[in-house]
Structure formats: C-alpha cells, structure tokens
C-alpha cells in the first residue's frame, strides 16, 4: 500500500504489533508522555503513530513513528488496517505486524518540548510515551483512546481469516 497524505489533511500512520501468548491475543500499547497524560490511564493509551506529510509514505511513516517513540526494532509482515478516525477528526492508517518479542522495558522514547507549567515561561522536555505494554484485547478495549478501539477488531478480523 503507498498511501500518501492529502494536503492539509491531518493524517497519522501506526501500526498494532500483537502477539499470541497462551491463545491469547494481545497488543502493544504506549501512553503519551508529559503532563496532560500522567494521570490518566483508560481511554489514554495509543498505538505508536505519527502525522506525516503529503511527500512520505504511509507506512514508511508509520515504521518511523515506531521507532521514535519506542526505540525498538520492527520487523515482519504488515498488513494494512482499514483506516479509522479519531475525535480530532484525524484519519489514522494503521498497519498490523506479528512481533512478540517487543519489550516495554526496553521502550526508549524520542522527546517533546512544552511550556511547563502553562505561562511560566520555562521549557521542560517530555517523553513522547512513557510506558509501554502488552494488553489482552479485552484490556486495550478499556485503555486505547476511543477512536482506535476499532482497530482491535479488524485486527481479529485478520488473524480469523489468514
């Protein structure tokens, strides 16, 4: 799929790594770094993904965002998503890829700077993500932000028909 971005859409790519562990089905989640997220846990966790630019690849983008905010290796077989739309009205093209050797702990993420606290004048740097994990789907059902919940079932979809 060479999925590239309209202009002036704001369009990210991820991907969903998974994993069978004892017939289970679970996903890698990461939950976004800084001071707006700390404290929040369901409905705040997220796929790796990223916006990307109308020049760039969808998947390309997305195996970049991997990589910049988990720091770890990515490869295998991808298999496109249908695309799903958040609240913000964003489009998000995700892709799946079997990777159950991913390890949260080993999550090294790339950093953001922000303002912090709001008027303050001081520049703090964050951590795009700040933890990582493995997830039944069960469990990503309650932690994935609302308009990416979708994606666990066409996930399952998938898997149900390789």
């Given at each position: 799929?060479s999925?590239?971005?309209?202009k002036r ?9 998974y ?14 770094g800084?001071?707006?997220w ?5 409905g ?5 993904k990223?916006e990307y630019?109308?020049d760039e690849e ?5 195996q ?11 490869a ?8 799903v739309?958040q609240a913000s ?5 995700a892709w799946a890829?079997?990777?159950p050797n991913l390890?949260?702990a080993q999550?090294?993420s ?7 606290p ?16 493995w997830?039944a789907v069960?469990e990503?059902?309650?932690k994935?932000i609302a308009g ?6 066409s996930l399952r979809?998938r898997l149900?028909?390789?």
């Open positions: 799929m999925e590239r971005a309209p859409s704001k369009y990210s790519a991820g991907i969903l790594a994993r069978l562990r004892e017939g289970v089905l679970e996903v890698f989640l990461v939950h976004p800084g001071p707006y700390a404290s929040k846990d369901e705040a966790w997220s796929i790796p990223g630019g109308p969808a998947l390309a983008a997305a970049r965002e991997f990589q910049e905010e988990t720091g770890l290796p990515l295998g077989r991808f298999m496109a998503l249908p695309a739309r009205g964003k489009q998000v093209l890829v079997e990777a390890d949260p999550v090294r790339n950093c953001f700077a922000l303002e912090w709001p008027r303050s004048g001081v520049q703090r740097e964050f951590p795009e993500v700040d933890r990582a994990g997830f069960t990503a059902e309650r994935l990416q919940r979708a994606l666990l079932q979809d149900e028909s390789a």
